[in-house]
């Protein structure tokens, strides 16, 4: 008998009878992520390092907690230091990564001051927080860290802020001769020093 012949368009099945393989269906696509909280929800931070921190220092330790995984402890501006120490030499946070300041212009203690902290026996990195008014001037951890040599001039020529003990403050990114702090918040985002860039490079500023 001649072959059966298929309407056009109709798959023709393979030899043995196996139909053709199926086209996997498409991946569902992934729940869409929580949105980042607008404000700063903490959760309290216990354990062995909190522990032994306000053993040690009681009330200069205002708070312990953790912000997205991320530990941090809070203490007055004359237990920094103290504290810092304490955590290198006690408890291996012996490098120093970073040293930063957030602007809060219409708080009463304008600058808050954190110092980051890696450990590389425990894997661990922590954050050591301060405010201080303008005007205030912190503590330099130069003494216990070298590398805050350069962090805590850059805080200075970006933000003002000065930190006592330290061997050599002045600006490390802009002219010594330059006017006002960069990264304050009342200082415009195209503003500059347009009697340096005058003075200094024979022209007068685009901004």
């Not at 056009?8 to 043995?16: I, K, L, M």
């Not at 306000?54 to 912000?67: D, R, T």
């Not at 927080?129 to 303008?134: L, Q, R, Y």
Request: aromatic share 10%; hydrophobic share 40%; glycine share 6%.
């Amino acid at each position: 008998m001649p072959d059966e012949v298929k309407p056009e368009g109709t798959a023709q099945a393979p030899a043995g009878g196996t139909a053709a393989p199926k086209s996997p269906a498409p991946k569902a696509s992934p729940p869409p992520k929580p949105p980042v909280p607008t404000t700063m929800v903490t959760t309290p931070w216990d354990g062995e390092i909190p522990g032994r921190l306000k053993e040690q220092f009681g009330g200069q330790v205002v708070e312990c907690a953790s912000y997205l995984d991320q530990n941090f402890v809070v203490a007055k501006p004359d237990a920094v230091i103290p504290i810092l120490d304490f955590l290198k030499l006690e408890l291996d946070f012996d490098y120093l990564v970073d040293v930063t300041v957030v602007d809060w212009p219409k708080k009463p203690e304008r600058f808050e001051l954190i110092w980051i902290l890696y450990s590389f026996h425990r894997n661990e990195r922590l954050r050591v927080k301060t405010s201080i008014p303008e005007g205030a001037t912190a503590a330099s951890a130069v003494s216990l860290y070298p590398t805050a040599n350069w962090l805590e001039r850059e805080a200075y020529d970006m933000f003002g802020v000065e930190f006592a003990g330290h061997p050599d403050l002045r600006r490390i990114l802009l002219p010594e001769e330059w006017e006002g702090f960069p990264l304050r918040k009342d200082y415009g985002i195209t503003q500059m020093d347009n009697r340096w860039v005058r003075e200094n490079l024979g022209i007068e500023s685009g901004q």
